[in-house]
């Protein structure tokens, strides 16, 4: 009989290189929506016309936007799929603990988020590439994307730091859900009530927190705060992760 004992980061490895090869459907369905995301994207995430000289211009703007938006409600479907009863009992095949098996999503969540901000962004230049050769609309492209690699990197930083956020957020519904649907329902109202309520100078609530980290323009500040809620919000979910009742 054996008496070692089992590292926490050995039993995270395993768990962590388990849990990739458990949830490889979740890549099919990053291709998807991904695809999707495209789709919807050939129309232009804003566009502008006028006269100039006698000259009808429609200009319309082609970026990885929606392609992004489709990949973080992907991060917060995936991450809320991991806190299911089938996922969670999974754990179970290791000596194991809630803190071993949290730290291992963690990770997992982390994995997932570089996949999908680095996809998007490459997307989003598949994108140009699609309009450029089937369509008969003329490329006027910025070309500080390909040409900056520090630029490059850091849209796909700040890409995977969305994905992120959203990942950590739809880990922390899974938990509640686990936990309490009536407390799920009440944030669903609370999310609800955020998109009509204005706070002071007319502005919406949910426009302001949108605001908040999409107008940052500083990089630093802007990973501060995505670091902060990120980890408020992952903190969250293991408080609520060892109120939960041990398997029997």
Known sequence: MSITKPSLTNIVKKQYSYKLRAYRQVYNSLIALQLLAIFFSFNGVGSMSGNWGGIHLNINYYSADIIIIFTMLWGLNSAALITTKAYRFDDFAFVTNRLSGNVANLYVMLTLSVIGGLTSIMSGVLLKLLIYYFTDVQIFNDTRLTNEPNLFVTSILSASMYVFLFCVLGYMIGMLFQVSKIILVALSALFIWGLFKD??????????????FVSESSLFLFFIKMMF??????SISLLISNRMEVRQ
């Not at 706070?199 to 908040?212: K, L, P, Y």
């Open 199 to 212: 706070v002071s100078g007319g502005s919406n609530v949910m426009v302001n927190v949108f605001t908040f």
């Open 229 to 234: 809620c990120s980890i408020l919000l992952f």
